[in-house]
């Protein structure tokens, strides 16, 4: 996971014993494990020349497993030894592991399994009467005249029950997290059988959530049986929902790759995708900020990354793709407090503002390295970046006087049609070139004016940001009944990859305005972004789709989830 199999125990960032040793002919076996790495070893003392000691690893709790794993034996005179490390969890591949130790010493004996018990806001088996509400996330299943329901709360936890039946009716949950394509070791969860004399039962509620192995957005069905009858019959697979925020965040972690560090296969996608994670306020993801960061800081060839290579410093021919990552590294600032990640976004807008060219058009910053275009993307990154760099650095002036003259550049530069509305770009003789008004264009526009008036207080500024906010709510270009609708939405069109996470970031700045001006405008405007998402737009599992009024042909994988979880955040 953050480490491969076999990582010395030297290396562990924590050593804790969660279940107790065990004695073979005097000798001790020891379970040792570390959470911040996700890893465990196994060792053996008090022992002699050729003991061993060695880990096993199961992905069915506990029914089968991988013996054997990295097994040592007791040197020479040595009294004891240990195992290398291995990993107990595999979310990149959404397998939950379990790990026990075990050793030979004229007898073989092993450790409690680890975590077989998924733990949470609550832990496995907690009564359901300890439940924070009761929501039904999919439709009933019926047998024999039975009803078998599933059940969620606030807390993402999760039971079954069973009604309307008789002694001998069972009735348990199912747990998969692989959006219940596979559910090894959550099979039969709580299986409970009703008692004599009555006519209903129900399980005790499970966890969907396993923050100490890295699993968000686990899904559970329920199943039951007729006492009389061998079939059973299950609900449909849901995943809970806590709050919006919290269910369409939890579905975005699913696609983390925690091994790779991104979300595969787009670049500057799992900047904006950080972002929006960040957006969510939820603390339990704050490991993926610095996974992100410490995997990736580094260099790639073309094709491992992006279509070009990245030269370190998250930093490629793509300008615009270079300054996603400086945002999201302010955010990660923000977000955290640790320096580093500000000290890389402001090496990020450094490389970007080389491009910034007074030679072509009076100004403005070029879209790609060989400076054959100027757009509204890559200059609407650059006013907020420099605005945001200058407000984090004390004393400084530099990137104050490069924020305040992109601003007054991107005003005049005729970017910002007649209709309050962002094109895509300016001709090769600095004219509007007319080309589509996206949302993004839009947002980035919102963001980088009101951040430049944050850093100069001058209300221009400000006025400009919610001109465009107020042109794009009202123009039918941009929203259809009140609700966001990018060009590639419409009739049978379908929006690309990078398109999929365009109107999320618009309504982050929006966001953004919302809040630094407290407007009830714009507060009901991105309310009914969220209430269309939640209820056109999403499935059981709590995935969203491009097409936020709903409606098909539709697309839906982890960029546009990432986009519908900036229309949800805070509703």
């Given at each position: 996971m953050l480490s491969c199999d076999t990582l010395d125990p030297s290396r562990a960032a924590q050593e804790i014993f969660p279940v107790p040793e065990k004695q073979i002919n005097g000798r001790r076996l020891v379970l040792h494990v570390s959470d911040r790495d996700g890893m465990a070893w196994g060792s053996i003392d008090n022992g002699v020349a050729g003991d061993s000691v060695w880990l096993d690893r199961s992905w069915d709790g506990g029914a089968s497993w991988e013996g054997l794993l990295g097994r040592a034996s007791i040197p020479g005179t040595w009294t004891g030894t240990r195992t290398l490390m291995y990993n107990i969890t595999d979310p990149g591949h959404h397998r939950r592991g379990l790990i026990r130790a075990c050793g030979d010493a004229a007898a073989v004996t092993c450790t409690d399994w680890i975590y077989p018990t998924v733990c949470d806001v609550l832990c496995d088996r907690t009564s359901a009467a300890q439940a924070s509400g009761d929501l039904q996330p999919v439709p009933p299943t019926t047998l024999f005249g039975r009803v078998i329901r599933l059940h969620t709360d606030a807390n993402a936890m999760a039971w079954a029950s069973i009604e309307a039946g008789g002694a001998g009716d069972e009735v348990w949950l199912d747990r998969s997290w692989d959006s219940g394509a596979s559910w090894p070791g959550g099979s039969s969860l709580g299986r409970t059988v009703t008692p004599a004399g009555a006519v209903s039962t129900r399980t005790t509620m499970f966890a969907t959530r396993d923050p100490r192995g890295r699993h968000f957005g686990g899904a559970v069905r329920a199943c039951g049986r007729e006492a009389a009858h061998q079939e059973g019959s299950c609900t449909a697979w849901a995943r809970p929902v806590p709050t919006r925020t919290r269910a369409a965040a939890d579905a975005l972690l699913y696609s983390y790759d925690p091994t790779t560090a991104w979300w595969p296969t787009s670049w500057w996608n799992s900047a904006t995708t950080l972002s929006a994670v960040?957006?969510?306020?939820?603390?339990?993801?704050?490991?993926?900020?610095?996974?992100?960061?410490?995997?990736?800081?580094?260099?790639?060839?073309?094709?491992?990354?992006?279509?070009?290579?990245?030269?370190?410093?998250?930093?490629?021919?793509?300008?615009?793709?270079?300054?996603?990552?400086?945002?999201?590294?302010?955010?990660?600032?923000?977000?955290?407090?640790?320096?580093?990640?500000?000290?890389?976004?402001?090496?990020?807008?450094?490389?970007?503002?080389?491009?910034?060219?007074?030679r072509t058009c009076g100004g403005g910053v070029w879209w790609d390295r060989e400076r054959t275009y100027k757009n509204a993307v890559t200059n609407g990154q650059y006013l907020r970046l420099t605005a945001a760099i200058h407000r984090r650095t004390p004393g400084d002036s530099l990137w104050l006087q490069r924020a305040r003259t992109a601003a007054d550049w991107y005003l005049g530069s005729g970017l910002v049609n007649s209709a309050g509305l962002v094109n895509d770009g300016l001709t090769g003789d600095c004219r509007n070139n007319g080309q589509t008004v996206w949302t993004y264009n839009q947002g980035l526009g919102i963001g980088g004016f009101l951040e430049v008036w944050r850093a100069t207080g001058d209300t221009r500024y400000l006025d400009t940001a919610k001109r465009l906010a107020d042109s794009a709510i009202a123009s039918p270009v941009l929203t259809r009944g009140g609700v966001l609708t990018e060009s590639c939405d419409v009739g049978s069109n379908s929006c690309d990859d990078n398109q999929k996470q365009f109107k999320g970031i618009f309504v982050r700045y929006l966001n953004d305005l919302a809040k630094?001006?407290?407007?009830?405008?714009?507060?009901?405007?991105?309310?009914?972004?969220?209430?269309?998402?939640?209820?056109?737009?999403?499935?059981?599992?709590?995935?969203?789709?491009?097409?936020?009024?709903?409606?098909?042909?539709?697309?839906?994988?982890?960029?546009?989830?990432?986009?519908?979880?900036?229309?949800?955040?805070?509703?």
């Open positions: 960040m957006d969510s306020g939820i603390r339990d993801y704050d490991w993926v900020i610095a996974r992100t960061f410490d995997v990736n800081r580094g260099t790639f060839a073309a094709g491992q990354r992006s279509t070009d290579p990245v030269e370190g410093n998250f930093i490629s021919r793509s300008i615009d793709d270079s300054a996603w990552w400086g945002l999201t590294w302010v955010a990660a600032y923000d977000h955290t407090g640790d320096q580093r990640y500000l000290a890389m976004a402001t090496t990020i807008a450094a490389y970007v503002h080389q491009y910034w060219d007074t630094a001006t407290n407007s009830a405008a714009y507060q009901r405007f991105a309310r009914q972004q969220s209430d269309s998402v939640w209820a056109a737009d999403r499935d059981a599992l709590n995935r969203i789709g491009q097409r936020w009024a709903g409606g098909s042909p539709n697309q839906q994988d982890w960029r546009t989830q990432a986009s519908g979880l900036n229309a949800v955040i805070g509703t």
